[in-house]
């Protein structure tokens, strides 16, 4: 018998909320190795929540969370050192420089520094950042941020990649380089969840995409698998998106606010 790909993160029931708010409710997910599985909901979705819950930033109420067939709450520090991680507002050390910041992480991760130096030089280049590694990040405009978040997330070849909302203010030419990157790494194994609100690129990008809504996976699936969900032969993910989450009234919306 021939063996499938093994999961990359699996999750059964796992929930989480604060206070009265239900960000993730009872979600079950099987994402595999090698796949690009994008995470799509309105804002206050639980998106960003369940991005956490994986990398054990955020602990669950309730359920198990198994990465890379680690046991999340009995090895959390296994799965950060194999995962990489943009979280949606980068926090990054403002008063290093670029390379400072780069050198440091990769150095959190046990790069040696042949390796490190050689990646992280690679990556400078293929986004453009060369000769402004040397600037302090508090100079950089919204874009080299988000460039240098990445770089750091992939400088320790990680074998997950945890990406909340990565092409944000990216330029088009950076967004495609990081689009051939994370399909070149998936078709090494690399698994990739990331959340966006950018529809093409989901669509574009991933092999499976899921639709949370108020905390709960509404509907999981290839385009094929979504669009017979929703009941929409061939159309766009925006239609299955704006059917699915109910939120399909736009015209009435834009009317009212006119009024
Ligand atoms: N630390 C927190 N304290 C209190 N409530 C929180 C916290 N983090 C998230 N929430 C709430 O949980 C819900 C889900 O938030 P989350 O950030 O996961 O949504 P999201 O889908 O990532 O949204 P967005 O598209 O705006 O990024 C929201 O109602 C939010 O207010
Ligand atoms: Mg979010």
Same mark, same amino acid.
Request: glycine share 10%; with cysteine.
């Given at each position: ?104 992480? !990769? ?7 042949? /390796? +490190? ?6 990556? #400078? %280049?293929?986004?453009? =950042? ?88 509404? !509907? ?7 669009? /017979? +969900? ?6 766009? #993910? %925006?239609?299955?998106? =704006? ?17």
């Amino acid at each position: 018998m021939v063996r499938g790909p093994g999961s990359a993160v699996k999750l059964m029931g796992v929930a989480k909320r604060y206070a009265d708010v239900v960000a993730v409710d009872y979600v079950d997910l099987d994402v595999k190795e090698g796949e690009i599985f994008g995470l799509l909901g309105p804002n206050g979705s639980g998106k960003s929540t369940l991005l956490k819950m994986i990398l054990g930033l955020v602990e669950p109420d309730s359920g198990s969370v198994n990465v890379l067939g680690i046991n999340a709450e009995e090895n959390p520090v296994a799965i950060k050192a194999q995962v990489g991680y943009v979280p949606e507002v980068p926090r990054l050390y403002e008063f290093l420089t670029g390379i400072e910041y780069l050198d440091f992480t !990769a150095d959190l991760y046990d790069v040696s520094p042949a /390796e +490190k130096r050689e990646r992280i030089n690679e990556y #400078l %280049e293929a986004l453009e =950042l060369e000769g402004r590694e040397g600037d302090m990040i508090s100079a950089y405009s919204l874009g080299m941020k988000q460039k240098t978040a990445l770089i750091s997330a992939f400088v320790h070849k990680p074998k997950l990649l945890l990406l909340d909302e990565p092409l944000g203010g990216l330029d088009p030419r950076s967004a495609r380089i990081i689009k051939d990157l994370l399909r070149e790494l998936a078709s090494k194994g690399v698994t990739t969840i990331m959340s966006t609100h950018i529809l093409e690129i989901a669509q574009a990008m991933c092999d499976r995409i899921a639709i949370m809504y108020e905390g709960r996976l509404l !509907a999981i699936g290839n385009m094929e698998e979504l669009r /017979e +969900k929703a009941r929409l032969p061939g159309s766009n #993910l %925006e239609e299955i998106f =704006l059917t699915l989450t109910g939120t399909s009234d736009i015209r009435g919306v834009v009317e009212a606010l006119m009024k």
